[in-house]
């Protein structure tokens, strides 16, 4: 850390920082062990699961409470400083991605589970929760919380908040944001307001709509409500094998067509299954099949064995070689362990991979995933895809090798394309994942200039001074096209070997 440096990241005029005593105003909050400033300490902080885009803070932080939280954020507003809020750093997007001269508010002391209402089916957390956490301390009294992101067992309930998290069940249950009744949060000038509440529907301006899916822009979530369910009285799993892509999306189609509606429905590709079985060995997944279709059924006894004969019919109507399907739940567990780790998987067949997480109408799933196929084949970059085919949130894996000179502009700028094609087709360019860094400048893709103007009112309003994890979301006039320099003979040389 240097002791002095001039900054200019947020206002216009140059201002002289001085970090030390910055430094021993944080430690005089949260104590002097939840201060990081060594390098080798920071280098732990420098990316999220976006691991193309490195920075270190100047300082990292780790509060207890919103108190402190509040505190740190007041020093920073008081020097004009920017702060970044970090809670597991999983995101895929370089939303959590440190500036140079920023504080890193890490939410991992956070952990407290403040209050079970099982009456009003609620939770109270802090914000440095594991998603997963919520669903164990409520499910020996017969509860769950719904959105279930494949990191459930690592990211945190206030990045879920922030990034409005998706997850296998959110085609029946809906996102976060239909799950989160209000919070507590900090704002960028240090004070602490409480949104939404502890009831389902409050009056007046929905400010917990505007805060969730916010990216960390607007201030911290200290302390989150959390809407639980019942758990359902029965849940089956199917596993459908076909010998196209394409058939198991017309099957997604028709299900839903059937006026089925699944608690999550997923595909993996040919690659994607010989990835995971590499890996986790379900032993389930063929790895012949061109792709597989997971199906799970949630409700009444009655109303998942009726469901699951139908679409088991419409599965093989679509030219599946077999379904297989398991209720007791170490099976259903076994066929879904290979879906839960399809990300990490590719690990095995690639020393590097980019995600994309673009969305689209699913009656356009079979037109994408060709053009996605073709995209791949004219970039020289091997794809596969592993999806929430239920509600179209595509999940293309780029796989190169960042050791190429030149790969990860051309990977990028293939995942660029691959977002601007869900826009043609009238989808979107986030499902899950956030805009973050990485993909501001595929927002004017999909907004107008005057729509971009409204999200910067709002972004204003929260945050004047412009401190709370700035240069992200939104597309500034030098965003797009930095460092894009494709290097059109590195890539057939990876294409052989993958
Ligand atoms: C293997 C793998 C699988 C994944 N699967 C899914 C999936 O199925 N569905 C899905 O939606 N995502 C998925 N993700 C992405 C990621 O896990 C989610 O975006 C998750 O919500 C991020 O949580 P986090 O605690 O790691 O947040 P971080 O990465 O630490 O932060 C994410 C963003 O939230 C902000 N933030 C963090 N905490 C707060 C807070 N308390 N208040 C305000 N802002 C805050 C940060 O500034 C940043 O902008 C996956 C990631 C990985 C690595």
């Known amino acids: 850390m240097d002791a002095i440096a001039t900054i200019s ?55 207890s409470s919103t108190e402190e939280v509040a505190a740190v954020v007041k020093v920073c507003d008081r ?66 919380y719904a959105p279930d992101p494949s990191s459930q067992i ?92 394409e058939a198991a999306g017309s099957t997604v189609s028709d299900v839903i067509g059937a006026g089925i509606i699944p608690a999550g429905m997923e595909i993996m590709d040919n690659m994607s299954i010989n990835a995971v079985e590499d890996t986790v060995a379900t032993n389930c997944y063929p790895r012949d099949a061109a792709s597989i279709l997971l199906i799970e059924i949630d409700g009444l006894e009655i109303e998942v064995t009726e469901s699951a004969k139908r679409i088991e019919e419409i599965c093989y109507q679509n030219g599946a070689r077999n379904v297989t399907s398991a209720i007791d739940p170490e099976q259903r567990l076994r066929l879904w362990k290979g879906r839960k780790a399809a990300f990490a998987a590719m690990g095995r067949m690639s020393p590097d991979y980019y995600v994309q997480d673009g969305v689209i109408p699913r009656t356009k799933l079979t037109f994408v995933l060709k053009e ?23 999940h293309p894996l780029i796989l190169y090798n960042n050791a190429e000179a030149g790969a990860l502009e051309i990977v990028e700028e293939l995942g660029g394309e691959i977002l601007k094609l869900c826009v043609r087709v009238g989808g979107s360019i986030s499902g899950e994942h956030g805009i973050g860094a990485d993909k501001k400048c595929y927002m004017s893709e999909m907004f107008s200039e005057s729509d ?41 040389k990876l294409m052989d070997r993958f």
């Not at 430690?27 to 939840?34: E, N």
């Not at 939410?107 to 919520?134: A, C, H, P, Y």
């Not at 989160?180 to 960028?188: E, Q, R, S, W």
Request: charged share 20%; aromatic share 8%.
């Open 452 to 492: 971009l103007e409204t999200m910067r009112w709002v972004r204003d309003v929260f945050d004047p001074q412009g401190i709370a994890n700035p240069t992200k979301i939104l597309p500034t006039p030098r965003t797009c096209g930095e460092g894009a320099k494709p290097n059109h003979d590195a890539k057939y």
């Open 154 to 245: 690592i990211c945190s309930i206030g990045g879920n908040v922030a990034e409005n998290s998706g997850g296998v069940h959110c085609l029946k249950y809906g996102v976060t944001t239909n799950h989160v009744l209000g919070a507590k949060i900090v704002l960028p000038d240090g004070s602490i307001k409480d949104i939404g509440g502890k009831i389902p529907e409050s009056p007046c301006y929905d400010l917990t709509g505007i805060f969730v899916g916010s990216e960390g822009t607007l201030g911290i979530a200290t302390e989150i409500t959390l809407k639980i369910l019942k758990s359902a009285e029965s849940i089956q799993v199917l596993l459908a094998d076909f010998t196209t892509v």
């Open 372 to 394: 996605i196929e073709n995209l791949s084949k004219k970039y020289g970059y091997p794809v596969a895809n592993v999806f929430h085919a239920g509600d179209g949130n595509l």
């Open 79 to 144: 020097y004009k400083i920017a702060f970044v809020a970090r809670g597991s750093g999983t995101g895929l997007s370089g939303g959590a991605l440190p500036l140079p001269d920023s504080v890193l508010i890490v939410t991992s002391r956070m952990k407290k589970i403040l209050e079970v209402d099982f009456e009003n089916q609620r939770v109270v957390v802090q914000s440095g929760v594991i998603n997963n956490w919520v669903t164990q301390a409520v499910s020996g009294a017969g509860f769950y």
């Open 9 to 63: 990241n947020t206002s216009s005029s140059l201002q002289t920082i001085n970090w030390s005593a910055i430094a021993k105003e944080l430690i005089a909050i949260v104590g002097d062990r939840y201060v990081v400033r060594t390098r080798e300490e920071l280098l732990a902080y420098e990316c999220d699961g976006l691991t193309s885009y490195k920075q270190q803070p100047a300082l990292v932080v780790l509060p």
